[in-house]
């Protein structure tokens, strides 16, 4: 008959503890008294007296149940196990257990552990300690069941992964500033946009000065001072002297997060590079150092653009031709022979069939119907469908939610340079796989195409954006006020960002 501990008035209701247990239970210990009757079923902990069994070596074979509370026989699932051992219940029980318990009953020493019962998908923290003298081979085990705090913190490293590789696939770096403490702290991504080891921690505050470079010290230090006194937001562009001798222009966001009484207590925010976008900046202001250099700039623009134009225009003919001639009107002159030779309805309906489904898909093509509503979404799901299915080449889309893009012209555009980008991937890229990420930045809308195919060396990249026909690109978008960006490594693939002004082309 199983044995349960009775209700004690000045345990009351509380989570028992090791040292708590093992008082109590020295406290209550006289002769003929029932044994350990300061334990109760209040607490909601598992808990049991074993009495650990040694060989005839004097090594600990086996331990028996002596006390069990209706806690523990919930959780372990064993019925009466008042006087039985544990190989009664469990044969094959690994002895590292016993071992465990035998070292505990010898020692005195409390150990702590975590055990998973399969069976019952459940994990418990173990502890266990001696509860009565010396030389008795008793052992107190309290079970505490730790599944749910097990899997919250398996779901928080789960997300804090999902985290870290969106931010390795957009490029920033995170920051956290302790205002009381003036401790930093930042990810993986903030060393690589100063070009510091990881592993050498976030820099003195004076070593992170000398980063900045010069002319933009007192500006940095007088925006974080005004956002800490006065501002919830940080916003910022500085220059950093990297320590191999190359200089980055880095964006700053941040926000700061105050106490009841409105103290700034932390600072957080994110750095990103955007030195091809500075260097833009600044191409096109010397561009515009005279009039005649700036409109004969853009007017070679034009040309170019209109050269490329036409010789999509006349490749995308070439392309609804071979449609036309090689598929659909071979599809045609089927059926007009099968209805010639008389064949069956089936093999009829089978031919026009295929030639419906050609017509709708060329027609798809033609005119997207994604192209007649601002939802980015719908476009990006149609390209990565399309890539899938023509091209065997998977497609991962991740769009902030509700992103729009106004205007059917910018869509139009979008929508051709990501196919461009696509092709290039499936000609030259050797990868089965490629991310396109899109998100609003400020007022414009920012598309990131990345793969981890054999990407291009640094030192030939006139030639190689070339036979991407990446310049035509970039002067297309450059003319609608959007920006190209390329960065690639032999080896670890390409990013191609692509930056949208909104609103700019009119439907």
Known sequence: MTRRFP??????????????????????????????????????????????????????????????????????????????????????????????????????????????????????????????????????????????????????????????????AAGIGTWDLDVATGVVSWSDGVFDLVGLPAEAGVPPAQVWERLVHPEDRERVHRAVQEALDAGGSYVNEFRVLRPDGTMRWLAARGHVARDAAGRPVRMLGVNFDITERKEAERALADLNGTLEARVEAQTEQVRTLARALTLAEQQERRRIAHVLHDDLQQLLVGAQLATATGSDAGRLGAILDEAIEKTRTLSHELSPPFLHNDRLDDLLDWLADHAREYYDLKVWVRVTPDLTLPGEGLRELLYQALRELLLNVVKHAETDGVLIAASRVGE??????????VGFDPGQRGESEATLGLPSLRERLALVGGHLNVVSVPGQGTLVTLDLPLGKVAA
């Open 7 to 168: 209700g004690s008035s000045f345990l009351g209701r509380f989570t028992a503890r090791p040292a708590q247990l093992a008082a109590e239970v020295a406290a209550a210990q006289r002769p003929g008294e029932q044994f350990y009757h300061a334990l109760s079923d209040s607490i909601h902990q598992g808990f049991c007296v074993i009495e650990v069994l040694y060989d005839e070596d004097g090594a600990p074979c086996d331990y028996r149940f002596l006390e069990t509370n209706a806690a523990f026989e919930e959780q372990s699932g064993l019925v009466d196990p008042i006087g039985r051992t544990a190989r009664s219940f469990v044969p094959d029980l690994e002895a590292h257990w016993i071992e465990r318990y035998g070292r505990v009953a010898d020692t005195g020493v409390t150990e702590r552990h975590v055990g998973e019962v399969a069976d019952m998908n459940r994990v418990f923290e173990i502890e266990a300690f001696r509860v009565c003298e010396p030389g008795s081979h008793r052992v107190g085990i309290l079970f505490t069941d730790i599944t749910e705090r097990t899997r919250t913190e398996a779901l928080l490293r789960e997300n804090e992964e999902r985290l870290r590789h969106a931010q390795d």
């Open 444 to 453: 414009r809308v920012r598309v990131v195409v990345r793969d981890e195919g």
